[in-house]
């Protein structure tokens, strides 16, 4: 069993930039790939970056690509995304998510889910 909590969204103007932290409670963390996807109103959720176990594999959506990075630290059982250059439409509830694999952008992939955090990017 794994528990994962958000934190860092907020409200930023357009340009600007937020790291999300995502803290998990189980000693298992480090077994675990994972992940950040986001969802805005009305639309489905979205894959946007992976890590593996160890920190060593990313993944980006090709949307994000170049201005988030994601990174974990296994010590502190947390996983970060920093975001930079962001953009009314990265608007949307960010959430973290850890499993086993091997897709690491279906959301199948994913055991445990985070509840969310918030991210609203104005113009």
């Known amino acids: 069993q794994v528990q994962l909590v958000e934190s860092g969204g907020g409200l930023v103007q357009a340009g600007g930039s937020l790291t999300l932290s995502c803290s998990a409670c189980g000693r298992t963390f480090s077994s675990y790939l994972m992940g950040w996807f986001r969802q805005a109103p009305g639309k489905e959720r979205e894959f946007i970056a992976a890590i593996s176990r160890s920190g060593g594999i990313t993944n980006y959506a090709d949307s994000v690509k170049g201005r988030f990075t994601i990174s974990r630290d296994n010590a502190k059982t947390t996983v970060y995304l920093q975001m930079n250059s962001l953009k009314p439409e990265d608007t949307a509830v960010y959430s973290c998510?850890?499993?086993?694999?091997?897709?690491?952008?279906?959301?199948?992939?994913?055991?445990?889910w985070g509840q969310g955090t918030q991210v609203t990017v104005s113009s």
């Open positions: 998510a850890a499993g086993r694999g091997p897709s690491v952008v279906s959301t199948t992939t994913y055991d445990y």
